[in-house]
């Protein structure tokens, strides 16, 4: 079945403590992208990526990292997390261009204490 | 990319047609309109999109006038499960990598 999965899907964690949430798609897709969604301001952008080692900053990147050294994943990190990035996270992919759709994974949700 | 309003919620009943419209007056040539929706405690999902003719699939219908400056998603037969936020969005081609999601519909069925 043609997905992106995000793990975890649920995270807890405390202030400054490094973590890092998984994506992974099994389309082939050359675009992959990170969103974060809160309550009143709807889905932001975060980091995305054209392709293999091609990452750019989204609408709202500080306290974020990314990496892509391959197709198929796009992990991101909290180098060290604060409360303010308590949020429901998605992560989508694509053939990239805009005559195609993208896909979304599940989500994570993510409270920092 | 370019600007969409829509109503912030609709209603409709269970197994009739439902429209919902999105007007985007300052759309540009080169603009794909796409639709997404995001169910309760789920991911946004891809519905459709198009440039400037109509289009179907199997989940919708894309209405798009002449002028270009508005569109109408076309659910044929509400079921419980179309309940969700409908998300209009312009896509630039060759723009940021970006889509912008706005506020959305959130569509309520009534069974």
């Known amino acids: 079945e043609a997905q992106v999965t995000q793990n975890p899907r649920y995270l807890i964690t405390v202030t400054g403590k490094k973590l890092t949430v998984t994506c992974s798609q099994n389309?082939?897709?050359?675009?992959m992208s990170w969103y974060r969604q809160d309550p009143g301001l709807g889905l932001r952008q975060i980091y995305y990526?054209?392709?293999?080692?091609?990452?750019d900053k989204g609408d709202v990147p500080e306290g974020y990292k990314v990496s892509r050294k391959e197709k198929r994943n796009f992990p991101l990190i909290l180098e060290s997390p604060s409360p303010n990035q308590t949020s429901l996270y998605f992560c989508?992919?694509?053939?990239?261009?805009?005559?195609?759709?993208?896909?979304f994974g599940s989500g994570t949700r993510l409270t920092v204490v | 990319d370019a600007k969409t309003t829509q109503p912030n919620s609709m209603e409709s009943n269970e197994e009739e047609p439902v429209h919902l419209p999105c007007n985007h007056s300052?759309?540009?040539?080169?603009?794909?309109i796409h639709w997404y929706r995001q169910l309760p405690s789920q991911g946004p999902e891809y519905v459709i999109h198009?440039?400037?003719s109509n289009v179907n699939n199997r989940m919708a219908s894309l209405a798009i006038a002449e002028d270009r400056k508005s569109s109408t998603l076309i659910l044929h037969r509400a079921t419980l499960r179309d309940a969700a936020v409908y998300y209009c969005?312009?896509?630039?081609?060759?723009?940021?990598?970006?889509?912008?999601f706005g506020t959305g519909t959130r569509l309520t069925v009534i069974p």
């Open positions: 989508a992919s694509s053939y990239g261009g805009d005559n195609y759709g993208y896909t």
């Open positions: 389309m082939n897709h050359e675009y």
């Open positions: 990526s054209m392709n293999v080692e091609v990452t």
């Open positions: 300052t759309i540009s040539g080169t603009d794909y």
């Open positions: 198009g440039l400037t």
């Open positions: 969005i312009l896509r630039d081609q060759g723009g940021a990598n970006n889509l912008f």
